[in-house]
């Protein structure tokens, strides 16, 4: 699939998608149980690592 | 974010009817429309390129514009974008929405919302429409300044507030030029919090008024400073529930294309300008175009008054431009660059209305930061005045100079345009061809061609750094699945 954009509305069915987004949506999720009923460490840690390591690549 | 247990697995999104399918390449159904339905506006835009104002003279009556948008559907439209001028200030926009919602078509308008009233609302909600974009330029001081009436900003910002109550999908246009970077982190604020959930940023063109005030043009240099703070508020807005767009004269390959063209997908990227393969624009009086912002003289295929909408969509000249053309059209740094045959100089529109020719674009990323690298930078300064007819172009030179204190930096090589790839395009039988796909090297996250063997960006084995890549990926992929189990049952515990 391709995606144009010339001027008029922005295309509001869009959603952001990938490993990044996913990987971020399970930390909210696991910080906001840590918050809540205590620590799951093992768990959040590894996604942190691997949300920095996507985030840190060659770019941006 | 959203952090509710959900939102980890959201439910499958419905693909949205703008993305083109090989299908519509292949068929060239233009699948999104955008339609200035009158050239009557109450703004004065500083930057308007159709030089809006006054309706035009001749614009097509009430039934013209119903049998159009039934040839549009006949020819497989699922989008449109009515616009203007201000495309309420035509008496029956309402009936041209009835129309295109009963056809099924998605269904928007981009306004400057002065004026649009609470009444103006209720009525296009009732006949359907599903989407409001408004533009916004800036801070209230910046925008009101452009838009050329004060408290303009105010209604901007009003009217997004009542269409989201309304349940339409509200989204923000902002153009950039010379002033308006500095302003959109709070503006990044300030729409969020008016409920805007996809925000489209594009450059000013120079085109009709713009060209008058070219004060309002960034110049194509400063992009190596705005593309970061565009990719730093993409992140941020991912992350606050506002998704960047980037337009078609945001690019187009560099460290970003693959982040922000599929909002995550980097199998989408730029494949070039399509206009007249997937896209129709249209003019107020039934004038048919390859796409909205094209400068008339130039690219008027066919009055709708003269020919149906399919004769001139499938055999004039004018509007097949972008089926035919190849590398060979391209000119300047474009026609060397190693995404010539993928990119086609990105935005016909922004480069032939500043240069007066299409097929080198200075407005490139990619471009920006490869001169960079050898102490160079580009500027245009207005050389001819534009004429005062809408969608007017002039011409501006492009000066090629060094970035003081660079003046030592290795020389810009010299490329041989033999060498650039060319991509095969079949054309299939409904006269489409298929874009290229490009790859992804995992040793440079840049884009590279397939046959790639060695990325020509950073030297790596493209074929070792894919198979690192896919250890990677795998290993995230159960990460992501351990996650969703370990919180499940956090969740199931929880409502026990």
């Not at chain 1, 906001?32 to 799951?40: A, F, L, P, S």
């Not at chain 2, 300008?273 to 039934?286: L, P, R, V, W």
């Not at chain 2, 008027?300 to 909408?309: E, F, L, Q, Y």
């Not at chain 2, 016909?348 to 690298?373: F, I, M, Q």
Request: aromatic share 6%; net charge negative; proline share 6%.
């Amino acid at each position: 699939m391709t995606i144009i954009q010339p001027y008029g509305v922005a295309i509001t069915q869009a959603i952001a998608s990938g490993d990044l987004e996913e990987m971020k949506r399970a930390k909210a999720l696991a910080e906001d149980h840590v918050q809540r009923y205590g620590d799951i460490p093992t768990l959040l840690t590894h996604l942190k690592a691997a949300i920095a390591k996507l985030e840190a690549g060659k770019t941006p | 974010m959203d952090t509710s247990a959900s939102a980890l697995s959201p439910a499958p999104q419905e693909v949205p009817v703008r993305f083109r399918r090989m299908e519509d390449h292949h068929n060239l159904v233009p699948v999104h429309v955008v339609w200035e339905i009158t050239l009557a506006c109450n703004l004065k835009c500083q930057h308007c390129g159709s030089r809006a104002g006054r309706p035009r003279a001749d614009e097509l009556t009430t039934a013209e514009a119903l049998d159009l948008v039934d040839q549009l559907a006949a020819l497989g439209t699922r989008e449109m974008t009515l616009i203007g001028g201000e495309a309420y200030l035509r008496r029956d926009w309402i009936d041209i929405v009835r129309r295109c919602r009963d056809h099924g078509m998605r269904t928007a308008i981009q306004t400057g919302a002065r004026n649009l009233t609470d009444a103006r609302l209720d009525q296009a909600v009732a006949a359907g429409l599903q989407g409001l974009g408004v533009s916004i330029d800036g801070l209230p001081d910046l925008h009101d300044r452009v838009r050329g009436v004060p408290g303009s900003y105010d209604q901007a910002i009003s009217a997004l507030r009542r269409a989201k109550v309304l349940g339409l999908d509200v989204s923000v246009n902002t153009q950039i030029g010379p002033e308006t970077p500095a302003h959109l982190p709070d503006l990044m604020d300030r729409i969020i919090e008016a409920g805007a959930t996809h925000w489209q940023i594009q450059l000013t063109v120079a085109m009709g008024n713009a060209v008058d005030n070219p004060d309002l043009l960034l110049q194509p240099y400063q992009l190596i400073d705005v593309m970061p703070l565009l990719a730093r508020l993409y992140q941020e807005g991912v992350e606050r529930g506002l998704l960047m767009i980037v337009g078609n004269n945001i690019g187009y390959f560099g460290p970003y294309e693959r982040m922000w063209r599929g909002y995550g997908d980097e199998s989408m990227h730029w494949t070039g300008c399509a206009a007249g393969q997937t896209t129709i624009g249209i003019e107020a009086d039934g004038t048919i175009k390859g796409c909205p912002s094209l400068a008339t003289s130039l690219y008027s295929a066919g009055h709708v008054r003269d020919m149906t909408v399919e004769d001139i969509w499938r055999h004039t000249e004018r509007i097949s431009f972008g089926r035919l053309r190849s590398v060979e059209e391209m000119w300047g740094y474009c026609r060397t660059c190693y995404y010539a045959d993928a990119c086609r100089a990105g935005c016909t529109w922004t480069s032939e209305s500043l240069l007066g020719r299409r097929g080198n674009n200075p407005y490139c990323h990619h471009r920006v930061l490869d001169l960079a690298k050898h102490g160079l930078r580009e500027r245009v300064v207005k050389v001819k005045e534009a004429p005062p007819e809408s969608f007017a172009i002039s011409e501006f030179a492009l000066i090629t100079e060094a970035i003081p204190g660079m003046e030592d930096a290795p020389p810009l090589p010299a490329r041989d345009p033999e060498h650039v790839h060319i991509h095969p395009r079949e054309r299939a039988a409904g006269g489409g061809t298929t874009p290229p796909r490009l790859e992804v090297c995992r040793g440079c996250d840049q884009y590279i061609w397939p046959h790639e063997e060695t990325c020509p960006h950073c030297g790596s084995d493209v074929a070792a750094e894919a198979a690192r890549h896919a250890e990677d990926t795998a290993r995230r992929r159960a990460l992501i699945e351990q996650a969703k189990r370990f919180l499940a049952g956090l969740q199931t515990a929880g409502m026990e």
